[in-house]
Structures are given as C-alpha cells and as structure tokens.
DNA sequence: CGATGACTTGACTGCTGTCAACGTGCGTGG
DNA sequence: CCACGCACGTTGACAGCAGTCAAGTCATCG
C-alpha cells in the first residue's frame, strides 16, 4: 500500500485520458511543453485538493479516481456542487473572482495534475491549438453543469436520481468504461446533498428503481439493467436519445 | 403610444446601461466601430428575440425592457431558464454547440440591441478592450446563473423566492434604480416555472412575506419594507452580505 | 359586454424530510 | 486477534410542506 508515487515517469502522451483532456489535437512539440509544465500528484481519500477561499492559482485535471466539490452553508452544513471524473478539468469553480468557491476532496485515492493557471495562459497565447481545447473544454464544463442543473431542478426524487445515473453512465462511457455498469464512489448523503435531498430518500429511490427491475444496486455497485426504461423515467428521453446518439 | 422607433438614431455613447455592457472602458474611437456594427429593434410582450434550435448567430443587450429564456419540456410544458434586465448580455446559452438552447421572449415592450456573433468576434481581436470587457462580461453572466441556481437549489419555497427577490433588487439597484422598489414584469407562473414550483405557491409565499410585514406586495409592484430582515431570511446571510457591500 | 388571462384562496392528498432504531463493514487500539 | 467505535446504509413511523384541483375575483382587451 504505498501510497506515495514510484511511477516511471507520468506523461500526458501516455495518458488514458489524453483524447478529452488538454493535450488533445496538440503536436508532439506542443505537448512536450506543456508536459513539462505539470505537475502530479496523489490525493487519498478525503485529501484536500483546494479549499474555499483560495485563490485561483491552478487548474486540476482528475488523472484517475475521483473527486467532489462542496461549499459550506450558513450553518457548519456542506454542499455538494460537483463530482469529477478522469479526464474533467477541475478548479473553474470562481473563475470570476479568481478565488475557489468550494472545496474540493478527493473520494478514493485519485491521481492529479495540476498546472499553474497563469502558466497555462501564457502557454495558450503561444500554442493555439492549445488555447483552442482549453476553450473548448471549459465552455464544455460550464455547459454541461448548467444542462445538468437545469434537467435536475423541477423534477421528483426519483428522476432526479435517474438523471443524475444517466449522467454518470454517459460519463463513465465517454472515458471507454461500461455505460451500465459503475461504481459510486461517493456517499448515499454526496448524492443526496448533490440532489436537494436526504440521504434516506437516496436509499428509497435505489430500492425503487431496483424494486422495477430497473437497477441492481449491491452497496456501491450499480448495474443498469433496462437503460431504455431508465431514459424513459428520467422525463427527458430526447435529450439522452441525443446524447447517446453521439 | 406609439411603440415603433422614431428614436434619434440610437448610439452606445448615450445609452444608460453602457457602463454594463460592451461599451465599458472603450475609447471614442473604438465605440464609432462597436456602434456601427449593432443593430437595434423593438420586440412587444410576447414576441421571440431567438427560438430554441436557431443557430447562434447573434449576441444581444437588453436596452429597456426585460426578457425570458424558456426550455420546452418533454411535454408541452415550457420552462423558465432566465429572466433578463437592460445591460444584460442574452443569447450566451449554447455557447456549446452554437445552437441556442431555449427561446427568449421579451416579457413587455422591450428594446433590444444585437450584433453579429462572428463580427464581434473579429472585432474582439481588432480592439483588446473590448475583448477584455466580452470575457468579462461572459464570465460574469455565467457565473452569476450558476451562483443563483446554487443558493436556490435546496431551499424551502419562501427562502427560494426571498432569494429571487433580493437578486433582482441587486440587479436593479446595480442598474441604478430602486432596491427596494421595483415591478416584477413576469406572471406569478413564469417566476413559479424558473424557481420549481407552482403559481399558487408562489402567491401563497408572496402572502406570507407580506404578513410578515417583510414585503410590501400589490399585483406587479413589489416594495422591500425590511431589507435587513429579508436578506436574514434568504438563508445565506453572509453572501448577500457581501453582495450589498460592493 | 363577454372573453380571456392573471391572480387569489381553500380543501385535500401525497411526497419527502425528520427522527429513530438497527445492521454492517472497516479500521484502530488494546 | 479480538473488541470496540465509527461511518455508512437501510428501514419504519410520522408529520408537514407543497402540489393538485377547483372555484372565484379582478383587470384588460376586443
């Protein structure tokens, strides 16, 4: 169990995820300097990434693992605004103030890296193409947390937990993973929180779906078994047709 | 009442909210240009500025008036994504794929100023303050959505509705009129749509602020009578704290 | 003057949060 | 190695908030 890095050498030209992460569409001069320019770490869980507060100092990409992101509330209590997965830029949380506006924690053992933002800048005005993905990468961030809010805001609990499902199977099956087959690696309350609601009704919701022939739910191991009739409960069937379509 | 425009050919250099939109800190010179290219019309209560689908083809500024942005349902049920003021940039939904995700309406008599996407874009590469003032502004639309659809996310109905409240009374006030003072130009519906939930709570939620002796209400107008004691109850105090000190 | 849309109010129902008890697995320390 | 504490998950009982349905008022517009 050591936890600490004896890697041979990490690079983003070896990456898994390199095909959704910066280094997409860049040269192999181009990716050399940028290679050069991050650094890695390893997170256990619970570590802290970056914390509320902070200034924007770096972008973060989830190598491996994942991570969650959460603001304090008024009292002591926490919320979930976000979970990342391999390959999704981390981070842009207070791009406007240039201060973090959660915390981020990493949710198992999770391999970052992370690059200096003004560096990253610096390099964009120097490699377009570079600068082009950056783009592309953060507009699609923004952009799907919106579409996800938005699909999440007037619905029941139980689409609420299917759409959230969905959106985990497409990202899980974006990165060349099973699309019916995952593992949560967050808490039943990370989800609750995420969702506007409570822990219990997480675990009611589970045993419906299940209950419906829908789901196998064993703890944190979720197998899709009717993706047709999941898109068809999550009330938005022709996004996720699109979606899937792609 | 004679809605068409005889007004003495429009120009940024006079418009009231050009200290919130593209103008910002743009020399003479550079404003002759922005101008030349921004085209204005008017649209009465009702009418589409873009419909769902359209290309991305131009970026608006509300001058006067207000404007919403709606999603269709999976049904024909249609829902509130946005409510717009003058100064505020529309039409930055579907960034993404250059398509715009929802169809915006203006919600009276509303003038509206537009400019070609792509000429803007070269523009921006011409005039770097004006690049600066469109990453800002972007960022700041953006943003801001996603700080408010976050404060409302797990709130109770009246927080949720105090919160949309003091988030106008800020944009107002940013806009300099009244705090405390002003007309909500959208039906009880169209608020209940963009806050997930019904018209009659809405109402019911008006009523009770109202007894609370918080809110003076009477049809479309709202008076804040204790900004102090509402901002308390928005539940997150210290955020709107922060607002009101800048 | 009637039609329509917007708003209000009331009665009822049901969903979901709260509280509580309990089970289970994991890590820590004796 | 075992015992214990703790975090996490599950289940049940219950209450309250908010959605639904329905009726009715009011202002506006044709």
Redesign the interface.
Known sequence: MSPSGEEPTISCGDCHVRELCLPRGLSQEDLTQLDSRVCHRIAQRRDVIYRAGDPLRFLYVVRSGSVKVA?G??AGTE?I?GFYLPGELLGLDG??DHRH?GTARALETTSICEISFDELESLCTKLPSLNRQVERLM??E??A???L??SL??RGVEQRIVVFLLNLSKRWSQRGFSATRFTLTMTRDDIA?YL?MTGETVTRAFVALRNSGLLKVEKKNIQILDLDALIERS????IYARVFAR
């Open positions: 603001i509330d008024a919320q605004i791009l406007n506006r507009s699609k923004l952009g947390e919106q579409e809010m938005l805001a007037r929180s506007g009330g938005s069937a022709e």
